[in-house]
């Protein structure tokens, strides 16, 4: 659970920046532009938030690069392995692809 928050703090610059809409983060997301987001277009877009925060570009996000300056040290890998978890929680009919719908609910 405390890694969900740490998701979302490092997620909200990235909404922010898809014109602070619903429509606009799910075309940021859509990068191929099907009118659906993808397990790896999700997991593409959420990361940007990462690398952002890795400073050093050691693909481990330390406790001085996280929002606050403290919490645990997690890798690219852990991190990407938990946005795959929140995607097919999100995930709700189970084609493999979010909808607008779908990626603007809460996930289960």
């Known amino acids: 659970m405390r890694l969900n928050r740490w998701l979302l703090l490092l997620a909200l610059p990235c909404a922010a920046l898809a ?7 799910f075309q940021a997301m859509d990068s191929n532009g ?16 990462f690398h952002r925060r890795d400073l050093n570009h050691d693909g481990v996000l330390e406790p001085d690069e996280l929002p606050g300056g403290h919490g645990r040290a997690i890798a690219l890998k852990t991190w990407q392995d938990n946005l795959r978890g ?3 929680r999100l995930d709700r009919n189970h084609d493999g692809y979010l909808s607008p719908q779908e990626l603007m609910q809460p996930p289960r």
Do not use: N
């Not at 014109?19 to 983060?25: E, V």
């Not at 987001?37 to 940007?48: F, L």
């Open 19 to 25: 014109q602070h809409t619903a429509a606009g983060l």
């Open 34 to 49: 099907d009118g659906r987001v993808s397990e790896a277009e999700y997991v593409a877009y959420m990361s940007e938030g």
């Open 86 to 88: 929140e995607f097919h």
